[in-house]
């Protein structure tokens, strides 16, 4: 039996919230600040700093995202293991709200 993950973000098919709760502020965008209000306050708890570095730097969370090439450049290890490092991040957090 395969066991299915939670969604993780807004555009996720299964999203916990309706989305009519989450209102667009212009072209589709989705209100951040709205959506970081129904965030859970420690979501990232689990998370090692490095886990936490490349998870909000590879999907924008704090700046503009980066890609897997340009992080890896930047954090001085292969592609693989950034990579590694943000499956291990996205997987604490799966396990975080899969138990909640």
Not at 6 to 33: A, I, K, M, N
Not at 40 to 49: I, N, S
Not at 61 to 82: D, I, K, M, Q
Not at 87 to 95: P, S
């Amino acid at each position: 039996m395969a066991r299915s993950t939670p969604p993780l973000f807004p555009t996720d098919d299964g999203w916990p919230y309706p989305d009519d709760l989450v209102e667009p502020v212009g072209d589709g965008d989705v209100d951040l600040d709205l959506l970081e209000l129904r965030a859970h306050p420690h979501a990232f708890d689990d998370l090692t700093p490095r886990e936490l570095d490349v998870l909000t730097r590879r999907f924008g969370l704090a700046g503009p995202p980066v890609s897997v090439r340009a992080l890896s450049h930047e954090l001085g290890c292969t592609r693989a293991e950034t990579r590694r490092l943000l499956t291990q991040a996205l997987d604490k957090l799966r396990i975080r709200f899969a138990s909640e």
